[in-house]
């Protein structure tokens, strides 16, 4: 499944969408960056609420194939620009991060 059709699926919020067509090939759900940093594997979607400018470092380190604010949570300005400077795809639902795993891990199933 690619982002895109992630988006497509979920009716996801696009805050920054640099690569539609990449890959999703499974989830991690966590708030703890260190922890995130050492499990979440490349092409994960990253369910998370945290929403500062850490999160797209970690997302770039990790190469997540997207990062997706949950609990309606909004990116701070500065994680948004960097997201968009580093061609971070960065998502957002209102669901909370227990819904919203559910209902991805089921897409990928």
Do not use: H
């Not at 999160?55 to 949570?73: F, K, N, P, Y």
């Not at 971070?88 to 559910?102: H, K, R």
Request: charged share 15%.
């Amino acid at each position: 499944m690619t982002v895109q059709q992630l988006i497509d699926a979920l009716s996801l919020t696009v805050f920054s969408l640099s690569d539609p067509q990449r890959q999703v090939t499974g989830g991690y759900a966590g708030d703890l960056l260190s922890w995130v940093m050492g499990r979440a594997q490349s092409g994960d979607m990253w369910l998370t609420i945290m929403s500062n400018q850490n999160v797209a470092a970690v997302a770039l380190m990790a190469d997540v194939a997207c990062v997706i604010l949950t609990e309606g949570v909004q990116p701070d300005p500065t994680l948004l620009s960097r997201a968009q400077e580093k061609g971070v795809n960065l998502l957002g639902t209102p669901e909370s991060t227990f819904t919203a795993a559910g209902r991805m891990g089921a897409l990928l199933a």
